[in-house]
């Protein structure tokens, strides 16, 4: 095939969840500049922005010419959520840039909000409401837990950038607020869906995928988000809503914690008793974003909260989403090079 051929075989298959990418690839940007770490956070974050461009042109590219195909993935509720990760690659991309570029970021949180809006009546109505199958709860996954994930990564982008307007404070205290209150609505909702799939239908060991580690990933983001929240400059909206949030963070981070070794069993049980093939593939960036998460939401609620023990977690674990990111990023590479993919095939 020519690389031309290869370039729109890859623009016609672009899975919903590809911005995946750049969501894990930007957090731990965001992790190792909260560290000190400038020149490999700023590594990182050029990969994130090319990374961004190049797959929304793709993502273009794909509605343009590819138009039934992304209808059909938006009406597949396995594959359907996915598309929030647009969202959130738009929200983590804003979040990194605040203060290297405010103008970007606003851009950025733009795109971000009115993306969020429409996907967030779009997607659901297509994916679940319309379908005529019943029930569509057999089809819930971990994807569905990137919804929570965009709505957060609007209200952190939108706290976020706050501090750094001379207007419209009022109004991005509003979207900061109402985007976290839907996020942790959604998060409750997305749980029980999932977990009444987990134990009213038989499951495989290729059912329990990586997209599951977003259900940690989730919780840490809204701890993010709302720790900013709290930090916002006094609004009537901040004032009204800055009590409860303080303590939700905080068991928000316990139960994010208490995930990990949930998550971790899960993948015991796929690849080591069922003996399911350690391959690569692109879902494999679902679990680096929520270890980036998690390591950020540690660092950040332990400053901001005055916990030194939250914040040596966080900055230990840290370590443990770079190593992710590295072996995620070589495993991607390597299963490009036609010589690799053979021996593996073979």
């Known amino acids: 095939m020519t690389p031309m051929g290869r370039i ?6 672009l899975p919903p969840g590809a911005f995946a990418f750049v969501m894990a690839t930007g957090i731990v940007s965001v992790g190792l500049d909260q560290q000190g770490l400038s020149a490999a956070s700023n590594v990182l974050l050029v990969v994130a922005v090319v990374a961004y461009v190049l797959l929304v042109l793709a993502l273009v590219g794909r509605l343009v010419g590819h138009r039934e195909r992304a209808v059909a993935d938006l009406h597949d509720p396995r594959r359907a959520f996915g598309y929030f990760t647009v969202v959130a690659g738009s929200g983590v991309l804003a979040v990194r840039l605040l203060e290297v570029q405010p103008t970007v970021s606003t851009v950025l949180l733009a795109v971000a909000s009115v993306v969020w809006l429409v996907l967030g009546y779009a997607v659901p109505w297509a994916a679940v409401l319309s379908r005529a199958q019943r029930p569509v709860l057999t089809e819930a996954n971990g ?4 919804w929570v994930v965009a709505s957060q990564s609007v209200a952190t982008a939108s706290a976020g950038l706050e501090p750094l307007v001379d207007t419209g404070q009022d109004a991005l205290a509003v979207l900061a607020v109402v985007a976290w209150s839907v996020g942790v609505v959604l998060y409750a909702a997305c749980a029980v869906f999932v977990a009444l799939r987990l134990v009213q239908y038989p499951l495989t060991p290729e059912d329990l995928d990586p997209p599951y580690w977003v259900s940690m990933g989730a919780v840490a983001i809204t701890v993010v988000a709302g720790a900013k929240i709290v930090e916002m400059t006094s609004t009537p909206m901040v004032d009204a809503t800055s009590g409860l949030i303080a303590g939700l963070v905080v068991l928000c981070w316990a139960w994010a914690t208490w995930l990990i070794p949930v998550l971790v069993a899960v993948g015991v049980w796929r690849h080591v008793v069922h003996r399911l093939p350690l391959r690569y593939e692109s879902t494999w960036w679902s679990i680096v974003f929520p270890l980036g998460m998690y390591a950020v939401a540690g660092m950040y609620l332990g400053r901001a909260d005055s916990l030194p023990l939250v914040e040596r977690i966080g ?8 190593v992710a990111w590295a072996c995620a990023a070589a495993a991607m590479v390597l299963g490009r090079l036609p010589s690799v993919r053979h021996t593996v095939e073979a």
Do not use: E, N, P, R
């Open 8 to 13: 729109g075989a890859a623009v016609a298959g």
């Open 315 to 322: 900055s230990a674990w840290l370590w443990v989403a770079v």
């Open 143 to 146: 994807t569905w837990f990137i």
